[in-house]
């Protein structure tokens, strides 16, 4: 099962406590919200929704990058590029502004499950993973970290991996699509590699393009490895309300639904066996539990 939802959500303003560039075309964001807002776990998001006049209309969800709780409030870390209108503007924000923040929201990462745990990112996908690796540190565990990218410079974020793992007793495993960092290849072909050297089970947690999850998922079905897909999916709400953001479920997934029942919440995935919301049934996802064969 992965792991649960946020207990509670809330809806509140936070403010800008700092913004500062991260390398390429990338900007870490550190948001102050209440001390009462809920401790996100790694994988899970909020939706952040600029103050008015603001140049977009709906909220943007963000995956959370880091959380810090201070004793008059909880900073939340975002990694992210201003490529649209909305994140220029959150771009621009200075230190002191407003936005409206509802989270955090889904599920994220069953970080405790046995076994070797494999953190494995694609590209901007790295945002959760580096939260991932501050909760493994937490419980004393090690971790195996797969980065790759198309290039060295989009290999975002490559410092703060290697200070969050190496320095705690984990690995860092790069590739390179164009060989400019690490393997001249992907993250599958990193995996292949790596796991003979590691005891069994792994237990793969990953973020990234579909088609990196797709690939991740195919590999650890014919390995009989677990892994732990967190997807990305326009959304509106975040909240399951306007059913906006629909994943496909596996044939085996629709099955156990049917069989647990929807009223159990035993499932991972609940309520109707066909689809999942990627914002309240995932965003993290066991692989098994999606028919990738439909997921665009």
Not at 36 to 51: I, K, R, S
Not at 256 to 265: F, N, P, Q, T
Request: charged content about 20%; proline content about 8%; some cysteine.
């Amino acid at each position: 099962m992965s792991a649960p939802a946020a207990r509670t959500w809330r809806q509140c303003d936070a403010r800008v406590r700092a913004q500062r560039h991260f390398g390429g075309d990338f900007h870490w964001l550190d948001l102050d919200v209440p001390p009462d807002f809920e401790t996100p776990e790694a994988g899970q998001f909020v939706q952040l929704l600029l103050e008015p006049p603001s140049p977009v209309l709906l909220p943007r969800p963000m995956s959370i990058a880091g959380a810090v709780r201070r004793a008059r409030s909880l900073t939340l870390g975002f990694l992210y590029a201003p490529v649209g209108t909305g994140t220029r503007a959150l771009a621009a924000l200075e230190p002191g502004s407003r936005v409206r923040v509802t989270g955090p929201l889904g599920r994220g990462y069953p970080l405790g499950r046995p076994g070797t745990p494999v953190l494995v990112a694609g590209g901007r996908g790295v945002a959760p993973l580096l939260m991932a690796a501050d909760a493994l540190a937490r419980q004393r565990r090690s971790a195996e970290f797969v980065f790759g990218a198309r290039t060295r410079s989009l290999l975002v974020g490559l410092d703060e991996a290697r200070t969050r793992i190496v320095k705690r007793g984990g690995r860092l495993h790069l590739a390179t699509d164009d060989g400019s960092r690490g393997l001249r290849g992907n993250v599958v072909q990193v995996l292949e590699r790596l796991a003979p050297r590691l005891a069994a089970p792994l237990v793969i947690h990953a973020c990234g393009p579909h088609a990196m999850l797709s690939a991740i998922a195919r590999w650890a079905t014919a390995h009989g490895a677990e892994a732990w897909l967190a997807m990305e999916s326009v959304m509106a709400c975040g909240t399951g309300v306007c059913r906006g953001c629909p994943l496909p479920c596996s044939a085996q997934a629709r099955e156990r639904v049917l069989a647990a029942g929807a009223a159990s919440g035993a499932a991972a995935l609940r309520g109707n066996p066909e689809w999942a919301m990627c914002c309240t049934d995932g965003p993290v996802f066991e692989a098994r539990d999606l028919d990738w064969e439909r997921v665009e």
